[in-house]
T-cell receptor
Framework: DPKIIQKPKYLVAVTGSEKILICEQY?????MYWYRQSAKKPLEFMFS???????DNQTASSRFQPQSSKKNHLDLQITALKPDDSATYFC????????????FGHGTKLSVL | GDSVTQTEGQVALSEEDFLTIHCNYSASGYPALFWYVQYPGEGPQFLFRASRDKEKGSSRGFEATYNKEATSFHLQKASVQESDSAVYYC????????????FGSGTQLTVMP
């Protein structure tokens, strides 16, 4: 059974719209992350959270907003979508945080038309 | 900033061949170094890590040794199998204290029977 659930698996959106990517982890971990994978940048860090608190944000655009309603949830809201946002978005988690092995979900593949 | 360089974009081997995927890094101090493997349609999976000079990490027959002097962490396996076909990523923990892992560009390994 997958321990990190990402929904949906595939997502198609029109330019200018808004979407929310869902992530839940059932590993009992305290740290969660978002990474993005595209043809231009294979695996690119976006955010890290620990105990529902934002630890690090390497995303230049405020159009990307993580949302943590529970310790094991970290959703990603993307507003004013652009074709360049097309990528696979991976949620990940680790036990506590820094320097640890990451466990990744299967990803949400976003296509912006 | 910190960076990881994987020399080979693609590697094609036959079963039982010896594998080397080169990974060099640029960072200050002693970053933790990682190898991840990604199969089609899945998120990256942790292989192993090393965090000190001359430390060897290993898993599933793969191994790499942390070489501070050469700033390298090359992945090796003595005898590859068709099931090893996947994309391999070298990564390092950001030396600035950020929680991000910095990934290399990835190496597509194809093993022919």
């Amino acid at each position: 059974d997958p321990k990190i659930i990402q929904k949906p698996k595939y997502l198609v959106a029109v330019t200018g719209s808004e979407k929310i990517l869902i992530c839940e982890q059932y590993l009992g971990h305290n740290a969660m992350y978002w990474y993005r994978q595209s043809a231009k940048k294979p695996l690119e860090f976006m955010f890290s959270y620990s105990y529902q608190k934002l630890m690090d944000n390497q995303t230049a655009s405020s159009r990307f907003q993580p949302q943590s309603s529970k310790k094991n949830h970290l959703d990603l809201q993307i507003t004013a979508l652009k074709p360049d946002d097309s990528a696979t978005y991976f949620c990940a988690s680790s036990q506590t945080g820094f320097n640890e092995r990451l466990f990744f979900g299967h990803g949400t593949k976003l296509s912006v038309l | 900033g910190d960076s990881v360089t994987q020399t080979e974009g693609q590697v094609a081997l036959s079963e039982e061949d010896f594998l080397t995927i080169h990974c060099n890094y640029s960072a200050s101090g002693y970053p933790a170094l990682f190898w991840y493997v990604q199969y089609p349609g899945e998120g990256p999976q942790f292989l192993f890590r090393a965090s000190r000079d001359k430390e060897k990490g290993s898993s599933r027959g793969f191994e790499a040794t942390y070489n501070k002097e050469a700033t390298s962490f090359h992945l090796q396996k003595a005898s590859v199998q068709e099931s090893d076909s996947a994309v391999y990523y070298c990564a390092l923990s950001d030396s600035s204290g950020s929680w991000q892992l910095i990934f290399g560009s990835g190496t597509q390994l194809t093993v022919m029977p």
